[in-house]
């Protein structure tokens, strides 16, 4: 069984301050890493996706990849309240179309 | 280019009824998976379809089942509900299976269990 762990939070970060969320997979053949952002009450929405090592940035959003360490992470620059959510990683099968999804970190980020 | 729908939004059924839920994914993609989501378990991962082929299957009961369509649509069933049953059902869409695949959710239908 396939592990994606991410720790739950909260996390609280400043308005303005830099946001880091980390996140940890099992599977060492893993190949596709992505992050969504959930808001309360709403479906989970698509933010970055990564599939070489190294960063990948969009906007105030960085994702990191270390597939030696099997780990992936988001940077979010110059958080702002409207960042405040519930971020998911998700790890896609290598051989299949099935995402394994973490159970989220809650972000609160405070005016 | 329209998003995943899902419909109904919301629903309340009673303990033993049986439901459907209905996914159009988003035009031109061909794999729809389905996913619950409550605050205890988190998101688990229901079953994937492709090319009206069920391809992948989570660990749920035999209660829950789900079909495609030729034009990529989907339905999801649960036979003799439960109150466990009650989440929020999202569908999700992927224009492929190849490994760069980007996954999009719809909505989401709230389920309510009495």
């Known amino acids: 069984q396939k592990e994606v762990e991410q720790n739950s939070g909260p996390l609280s970060v400043p308005e303005g301050a830099i946001a880091s969320l980390n996140c940890t997979y099992s599977d060492r053949v893993s190949q596709s890493f992505f992050w969504y952002r959930q808001y309360s009450g709403k479906s989970p929405e698509l933010i970055m996706s990564i599939y070489s090592n190294g960063d990948k940035e969009d906007g105030r959003f960085t994702a990191q990849l270390n597939k030696a360490s099997q780990y992936v992470s988001l940077l979010i620059r110059d958080s702002q309240p409207s960042d405040s959510a519930t971020y998911l990683c998700a790890v896609k099968d290598a051989n299949f179309n099935k995402f394994y999804f973490g159970s989220g970190t809650k972000l609160n980020v405070k005016p | 280019k329209a998003g995943v729908t899902q419909t109904p939004r919301y629903l309340i059924k009673t303990r033993g009824q049986q439901v459907t839920l209905s996914c159009s994914p988003i035009?031109?993609?061909?794999?729809v998976s389905w996913y619950q989501q409550t605050p205890g378990q988190g998101l688990q991962f229901l079953f994937e379809?492709?090319?009206?082929?069920?391809?992948n299957k989570g660990n749920f009961p035999g209660r829950f089942s789900g079909r495609q369509f030729s034009n990529s649509r989907s339905e999801m069933n649960v036979s003799t509900l439960e109150l466990g049953d009650s989440a929020l059902y999202l569908c999700a869409s992927s224009l492929t299976d190849r490994v760069w695949n980007e996954q999009y959710f719809g909505p989401g239908t709230r389920l309510t269990v009495t």
């Open positions: 379809y492709f090319s009206e082929t069920q391809r």
């Open positions: 035009s031109g993609h061909r794999s």
